[in-house]
């Protein structure tokens, strides 16, 4: 007996460690499609594409504690444009793999790259990115991986008066607004408020949505973990969302001063799956460009090919 529990107690020694690590990492990197136990995550990759085994449809792995943190915190706000995300099959030709996908601003406009061809949808209102590469070849790995990567992000800040350096959003981009945890989709109504002017204290009609393509399956089924806001909204979009068309912000009077604001209330607002609120209200300032998405660039200077656009179909 002294030796059965000795071997188990070297045992426990040995594994509880690497239990404790692979807790920390699948709270975040995890796959929840055996129904969220957040104790029972298996490793995954954060970042790479999956299928939804329920709907077929593909997502990005998304960091996130299985919805049962205990607060719900912003991680990151990203600056960009919403594009459906296609590839391109030798066989089968372009396949679409992601809708309402953030990527950078000047994803097309870039004239070393050779692998994306963006076109705007007339009769949808909508544009789509094509990674001319299959899924599953290291060139669209590569690609992908890229669009990451060039997405712009905006530092939370105060609104104090006469601060050195506002940030700056194309006037018709959209923001999409990082969670550490998956998102009730119930709790979205009402909870993120977008304000426009000089000062900007007047609503704004954005569309709102969670993000269709960043999350993970939990309890039988997809969940987001990212908030988009689109400020730009066409005829279609506007039908399909029920908000207003608009044709994005206002360009700001100046360099140095906000004409927009974007606020989460944490009380009601947006919850994980456990009924888990924002740790705290989070506000960001920032101003719209007067040029738009054609003449910014992902560092959100003037872009050489500010002329440049999407090629309409």
Known sequence: MRNCYGSRAVLLALILPVLACTRGNSSFDGNTQNGGDPLSLSLGQRGTIRTDPA?????????????????????????????????????????????????????????????????????????????????????FERAFEGLERGLRRLPARALEPGAPWVPSVPRDGALALAFDDLLDEESLRGAVQVLAGDPPLAPFNARVLLDPSHGDVAFGRFRSTRVLIDLEVSPQEALASGVDVNAGLPPARSAGSSNARLLLRAEPGLRNLSGRTLAEP????????????????AGGGASALSGAGPRIL
């Open 55 to 139: 709907t077929g449809q593909r997502y990005v792995l998304d960091a996130h504690h299985g919805g049962q943190g205990t607060a719900l915190h912003v991680t990151e706000v990203l600056c960009g444009r919403l594009v459906d995300l296609y590839d391109l099959d030798p066989v089968a030709g372009e396949r679409l793999l992601l809708r309402e996908l953030l990527v950078a601003e000047d994803v097309a406009t870039d004239p070393s790259s050779a692998d994306f061809r963006l076109e705007r949808v007339p009769a949808t209102g909508r544009e789509r990115l094509i990674i001319v590469h299959p899924l599953g070849s290291l060139a």
């Open 282 to 297: 989070v506000e960001w300032a920032f101003r719209s460009s007067p040029s738009g998405m054609a003449g910014e660039t």
